[in-house]
């Protein structure tokens, strides 16, 4: 069988939440397939959707050296580092991010609630409102996430338009 297959079949069975059979499939594919940026994304797919935070850190962490230009595998890197190791080290990918990803609204947010969680009320702030300049709809993420609830109550509220 073709091994693209094998990769078609996994995003299926992905798609029908068949965790198992997906991961078999990935399993199948030749080395030099499983190493490319779209089994590699699959493959992160399948490793956040079993919440398994160590093996998705390893994954994006192989699809932000493939495409350091790719935002969202930076995201990614982090989201999956906060929850394997620390919101430190999370913070410390994000900061790298943004040096190359500067006007990515969301790798500013994230770092806001970075800033947020450590404390640093005025960072947090001044980040996310700079995400929210740069696209309003995180206005709604702002008014509802968790690791902003600590900006909320110091009685600031994410702005309609900045």
């Not at 800033?115 to 009320?121: E, F, I, M, V």
């Not at 947090?124 to 702002?142: G, H, N, P, W, Y």
């Amino acid at each position: 069988m073709d091994p693209r297959w094998n990769l078609s079949h996994a995003r299926g069975y992905l798609e029908l939440g068949m965790l198992k059979e997906a991961a078999s499939e990935l399993d199948a594919l030749p080395p030099a397939l499983a190493a490319s940026e779209e089994a590699l994304a699959v493959r992160a797919s399948l490793h956040q959707e079993r919440k398994d935070w160590p093996a998705l850190q390893i994954v994006s962490k192989q699809l932000v050296q493939i495409r350091p230009d790719s935002a969202g595998a930076w995201v990614m890197w982090a989201y999956a580092t906060r929850r394997a190791e620390s919101l430190g080290s999370a913070e410390r990918i994000l900061t790298e991010a943004r040096a190359l990803h500067p006007k990515e609204p969301t790798v500013l947010f994230n770092l806001g609630c970075y800033a947020c969680q450590r404390g640093d009320l005025a960072a947090a702030r001044s980040l996310v409102e700079a995400a929210i300049a740069l696209d309003s709809s995180f206005v709604t993420l702002a008014r509802q996430d968790d690791d902003l609830a600590p900006l909320r109550a110091s009685r600031w509220s994410p702005p309609s338009s900045v």
